[in-house]
């Protein structure tokens, strides 16, 4: 018979902390769900959330209330006009106290809203967390529990398949070189402490370097994921028109409206990778940039494969008309070329008197599609196009994007926390005893390990008998 | 022929380190005990260094006595020399070690167990032990004698399968040329239990009369030594030194000279020896470059010329020992008195025990000390005390006594043999122990004292002793937190002003102004703030107060530790029917069988799904059961 020893400790109390994640990913609608599950989160969506109306107490709320507000960023300045719902224990998804965060704007500001939540203390759920939460506080049935298994493996697995996706490439080596120097810093102080006989007292100057050398690696890495060249693959964006109808200009805006603009990527070649802006949070690759600059005209290349190619393989192309030409012969034959799902019609040169485009036409000829009116000279219906290209991008990547997001700010929370340990280690070298010091190098090191998994405390075991002589 | 000898509640089989402390435990728990040992003359025999302590060690030593054991107190009666290591390094990794005299030990030892009620001594190798359907029955000796009885402790060391190798002579054989025990494994084996094989060694012993010294640094005792047991009193007796050489460029070509006789080389030895001590052979090779090895010249005992010689442990011929002591400084003209040697011998996986370190597959069997795979004088006591109480506990019919990582470096020994693969001989480090700050050998009396009471192996005066403490370290903490001074306190200004301390702004307590580093509790003594109290006193209080900050952050830690720990897994659980979780998980399960989520999440392979999937499997069975039988 099932022993049951323990029934009085129940499951429910072995998790009391707060823990957030996003629950919807912005669909088209561009509406996406936060949600954060624990004991303390309407306290702490009260800290980061400012309710239109003052007198508004959101911790007073009653259960199911919604109230309008924004979400606020450390300096009291709105991230993101948002739709917030309390539900209170034990009558929400998992049984806890929950705050529903409906945002609008687009990834950025979602991952902001994230990130508000974070600094307000809840912690990123792991894969799968709120449905065990739910299951184990019995918000689910019985005849639940496999499906709820199921959701929980599916959900690790992906995570932890996006989770070394991201960490490839550059990435991956800044993150062996951090491993590397931490490992072998809290070898140095390891050693010192448990063979005091063999290793002595360790060299602080040494020790020094390699910590300083970690801090380096965990920055460059940080800064990588910062400039979103890494950590998520982003998009693929051509530009293609006839002759004359402003492809280099609308090139020109996006780079010029960027200013994170990358343009040297180490290990690649600047004509190779192209540039690489950020529309809306998103990092976008603009393809064949040599080609638009020196304003080879793409029509003239059209047949020719290389173009072609360049074409099938962006995720977004953004085809442009000229409004004082009206629709040519050979605007049909690149429209014509182009697959339809990818496109996005841009009708420029709106500022012109003269248009010979009229809205029917436009509807006649591209009647699906997404057709944007402006003008890059202007700098108009440019907002519209930048929505339009975060639209399209969300669909592409699905319910993936959720958790994608997810995995990169669980990264980046555990890249964090392991620069402040470190950057606390140098601090306090040699002004406090070796042990207290050991207790930011490993937490440094733990922190490190969350990022894929990994337990270092036998590699720093096997660094230490590597490289000191140790024994009787 | 084999005859019926007797009948005892719990048998001990071997009397070194571990056997000395389970027997000890098991007979003043009230049962009837036996110790049944391959040479009465060799009780808690050394047969490698003549210290004990250190990083680690130390506390398990104070945690041993904490608990009342043994090793504490003998080694306060027999040590020649007291240190404390690591001061700088902070509190909780500051360790004492003594050297022994070895054969005071030994005798004190003897002694001990003689003295003790409940418990008999028996010279005798125990060869088999029988099981019926409840496991564990008797024991068998080679002499035919049968003991019957309700539970068994192994603690037989490096005496399996016995083989001591020197160069190319290899024989079988015990530690110091004890002879070995050749039938026990292959009776342990028949159970069902699954054996490997380490190896270990030891360097050569020297005479004194023959040592130039005024080569070698020397290494003195301390000047106020402490005590390893919470019981002694501060020793008043002379202190013998060690002294610090190293070997030579020549003594490296000595070895290399010879390393194709060098059975670490040629394949003669196939057990696997601990990393942290590696035979001088094997430094020479994997340290190339060092142009010398340092070796402590430390003495055996008060009453003998003989002296070790920490860090050349070697297996190699007897000739090339002799050659590679005259090599070194303060040596050369050296008179051998034992050959080093290897040894290797059979151990048992120790992932086949539960945290009470009874084994999983024959009810009433245990097993401490080096036959789990560690190696240690101090792991040896330790996990001896905890068998030790166990086995009594199991034939009173009372639950199993265990200690959690995070109150113990003794649960962390444990629980790291019975969770994690072993690679070679087990050592602690504290290093190991996560949460090393609250783990203090200061503090081991605070941590476990209430529970060796509990379990009845605290004596009266032990209690009183430490509840007397206990009130004065609360007394002391509370008038420190109460106690405040102002800035315009001139005596507390002056001091702070002679100690280059930074002028104090607002009212502040004395708690307060001590985490300073530059102030130490002794000033508020002299500045007539507080009453003298004892040392232990005054130092206990002033770790409190001075890392309170890390203190209480990993005491945090342990909190969430503590709550997936305390959530248990069923003994009976079929990991081949949780549905969802991965089959190396399901694997590793299923050998090493968790007693809680806690210790699952520890084991390799074991993903956090895993643990969610199992969370939810055992939430789905408490629903079953609640549904079956009601609330
Ligand atoms: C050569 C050598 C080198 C070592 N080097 C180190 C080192 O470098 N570092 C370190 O930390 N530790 C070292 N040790 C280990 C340390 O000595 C042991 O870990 C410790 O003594 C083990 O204690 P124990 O109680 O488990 O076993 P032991 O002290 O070995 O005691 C075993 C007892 O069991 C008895 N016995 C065995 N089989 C039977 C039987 N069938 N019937 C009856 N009695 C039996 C024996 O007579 C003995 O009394 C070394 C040991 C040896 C032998
Ligand atoms: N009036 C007006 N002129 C534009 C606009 N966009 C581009 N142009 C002009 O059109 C000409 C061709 O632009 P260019 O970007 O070189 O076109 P490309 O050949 O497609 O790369 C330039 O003289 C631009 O200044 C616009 O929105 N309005």
């Known amino acids: 018979m099932y022993r049951l020893r323990a029934k009085e400790r129940v499951v429910k109390a072995m998790y009391r902390d ?36 003052p007198e508004t107490d959101i911790t007073k709320k009653a259960g199911y209330t919604l109230t309008l507000g924004w979400i606020l960023d450390a300096h009291g300045e709105a991230v993101d006009e948002v739709l917030l719902t309390v539900m209170r224990a034990p009558r929400s998804y998992t049984g806890e106290d929950v705050v529903e965060i409906n945002c609008h704007g687009g990834l950025l500001p979602i991952e902001r809203c994230l990130q508000r939540c974070m600094d307000a203390g809840a912690r990123i759920a792991e894969p799968g967390e709120f449905t065990r939460r739910a299951f184990l506080n019995g918000r689910l049935s019985l005849d639940q529990a496999e499906a709820v298994i199921d959701i929980i493996r599916a959900r690790s697995d992906r995570g932890l398949k996006l989770a070394m996706q991201q960490l490839q490439g550059k990435l991956s080596e800044y993150l062996e070189k951090l491993e590397e120097r931490l490992i072998y810093a809290n070898a140095l102080v390891e050693a010192s402490i448990d063979f005091p006989d063999e290793v002595g007292d360790p060299d602080y100057e040494e020790l020094r370097q390699v910590l300083q050398e970690s801090q380096e690696s965990v920055e460059r890495f940080l800064a990588a994921g910062e400039r979103g060249e890494l950590y998520r693959q982003g998009i693929k964006l051509a530009i293609c028109g006839k002759p004359n109808v402003g492809k280099s200009s609308l090139l020109n805006l996006l780079i010029g409206k960027d200013k994170a603009i990358v343009t040297d990527i180490p290990g690649t070649t600047r004509d190779v990778i192209d540039e690489i802006i950020t529309i809306r949070g998103i990092p976008v690759q603009i393809m064949d940039t040599a080609g638009i600059r020196e304003t080879e005209d793409l029509v003239e290349k059209i047949g020719v494969r290389r173009s072609r190619e360049t074409i099938e393989q962006a995720d977004v192309v953004i085809f442009l008309l000229d409004v004082s030409t009206g629709i040519t012969e050979e605007d049909r034959e690149i429209y014509a070329s182009i697959d339809q799902e990818r496109l996005i019609v841009l009708v420029n040169k709106e500022d012109l008197e003269d248009k010979e485009i009229s809205a029917q036409e436009l509807e006649e000829n591209f009647g699906l599609l997404r057709v944007i009116r402006g003008s890059v000279k202007e700098e108009t219906g440019l907002d519209e196009l930048e929505q339009c290209i975060e639209a399209m991008v969300l669909e592409k990547s699905g319910s993936d994007e959720g958790m994608e997001i ?20 140098l601090q306090s070298l040699e002004q406090v005893p070796l042990e207290c010091l050991s207790v930011d190098i490993h937490g440094a090191v733990e922190a490190l390990g969350e990022i894929t998994g990994k337990s270092f405390h ?4 096997d660094r230490i008998f590597q490289e000191f002589c140790i024994g009787k | 022929m084999i005859y019926e000898a007797g009948k005892y509640d719990v048998i001990v089989i071997g009397a070194g380190h571990a056997g000395c402390e389970a027997a000890l435990a098991a007979a003043r728990m009230g049962v009837q005990t036996l110790l049944i040992t391959l040479n009465i003359d060799t009780i808690a025999l050394m047969p ?5 302590g250190g990083p680690a060690k130390a506390q398990l030593v104070r945690e041993i006595d904490a608990l009342g054991g043994e090793m504490g107190i003998m080694i306060d009666k027999a040590n020649i020399q007291i240190r404390m290591i690591n001061t700088a390094k902070g509190p909780a990794v500051q360790a004492l070690r003594a ?10 030892m003897t002694k001990t167990l003689l003295d003790q009620e409940n418990l008999d001594l028996l010279m005798g190798e125990a060869v088999a032990v029988e099981t019926d359907d409840r496991g564990v029955s008797a024991i068998i000796t080679r002499t035919g004698a049968r003991f019957e009885c309700g539970a068994v402790v192994i603690t037989s060391g490096t005496y399996l399968q016995g083989r001591i190798i020197i160069g190319d002579v290899v024989y079988d054989g015990g530690p110091g040329n004890q002879y070995p025990a050749t039938e026990l494994s292959q009776s342990l084996k028949k159970l069902g239990l699954s054996m490997g094989r380490f190896k270990t060694g030891t360097p050569p012993r020297i005479d004194r009369k023959s040592v130039d010294f005024s080569k070698m640094i020397e290494q003195p005792g301390d000047e106020e030594p402490y005590c390893f047991s919470f019981m002694s009193d501060p020793p008043d007796r002379e202190q013998l030194s060690c002294w610090l050489t190293h070997s030579t460029t020549e003594t490296h070509a000595i070895v290399r000279a010879n390393l194709d006789r060098a059975p670490m080389f040629t394949g003669v030895i196939q057990g696997k020896g601990p990393r942290y001590c590696p035979s001088f052979e094997d430094k020479v090779v994997h340290f190339a470059n060092r142009d010398a090895h340092q070796l402590f010249i430390e003495p055996e005992g008060r009453d003998t010329d003989e002296m070790y010689i920490q860090g050349l442990n070697t297996s190699l011929p007897e000739d090339v020992q002799v050659q590679v002591l005259y090599s070194i400084p303060g040596l050369e003209n050296v008179k051998m008195i034992r050959t080093g040697y290897a040894i290797e011998y059979d151990y048992v ?7 009470s370190l009874e084994c999983m597959k024959v009810e009433g069997l245990f097993t401490a000390g080096q036959i789990n795979g560690t190696s240690g004088y101090e792991e040896a006591a330790a996990q001896g005390l905890i068998a030790g109480i166990n086995a009594a506990l199991k034939v009173k019919g009372q639950p199993p006594f265990t200690l959690l990582r995070s109150e113990s470096y003794i649960g962390v020994l444990i629980d790291d043999l019975i969770t994690k693969e072993l690679h070679e001989p087990y050592r602690l480090l504290t290093s190991r122990a996560e949460y090393r700050l609250l783990l203090r050998q200061d503090n081991a009396d605070l941590r476990l004292t209430e529970k060796g009471r509990e379990i009845g192996l605290v004596s009266d005066e032990r209690w009183n002793r430490f509840l007397a403490k206990k009130s004065k370290i609360e007394a002391l903490r509370n008038t420190l937190q109460q106690l405040t001074v102002t800035p315009a306190d001139d005596t507390i200004s002056k001091f702070l002003r002679a100690r280059k301390s930074a002028p104090i702004r607002d009212r502040i307590s004395l708690w307060e102004l001590l985490r300073r580093p530059e102030v130490k509790i002794e000033n508020f003594v002299e500045l007539d703030y507080i009453d003298q109290y004892e040392k232990e006193i005054l130092d206990q209080v002033e770790i409190q107060a001075k890392y309170e900050g890390y203190i209480n952050k990993q005491r945090e830690q342990v909190q969430r530790f503590e709550k997936l720990e305390n959530k248990p897994i069923p003994e009976d659980i079929n990991y081949q029917d949780v549905y969802g979780l991965s089959s190396e998980a399901k694997q590793n399960l299923q050998e090493i069988r968790p007693v809680s989520i806690g210790q699952a999440s520890r084991i390799g392979g074991v993903s956090p799904a895993d643990i969610s999937v199992l969370l939810i499997y055992l939430e789905k069975k408490r629903r079953n059961y609640e549904h079956e039988y009601g609330n």
């Open chain 2, 349 to 355: 996986v120790p992932s086949q025990l539960k945290p």
């Open chain 1, 406 to 425: 997810m995995t990169t700010l669980r990264q980046k929370e555990a890249l964090l926390r392991s620069r402040d340990f470190i950057v606390s280690a």
């Open chain 2, 48 to 52: 490698c260094n003549p210290s004990i």
């Open chain 1, 458 to 461: 036998e590699e720093v075991l």
């Open chain 1, 18 to 53: 707060d823990i957030v994640a996003l629950s919807t990913p912005p669909g088209e609608s561009g509406v996406g769900i936060v949600r954060m599950s624990g004991p303390d989160v309407i306290q702490k969506a009260a800290q980061i959330f400012q309710p239109y109306n």
């Open chain 2, 99 to 108: 050297q022994i005299d070895k054969k005071e030990y030994q005798k004190e």
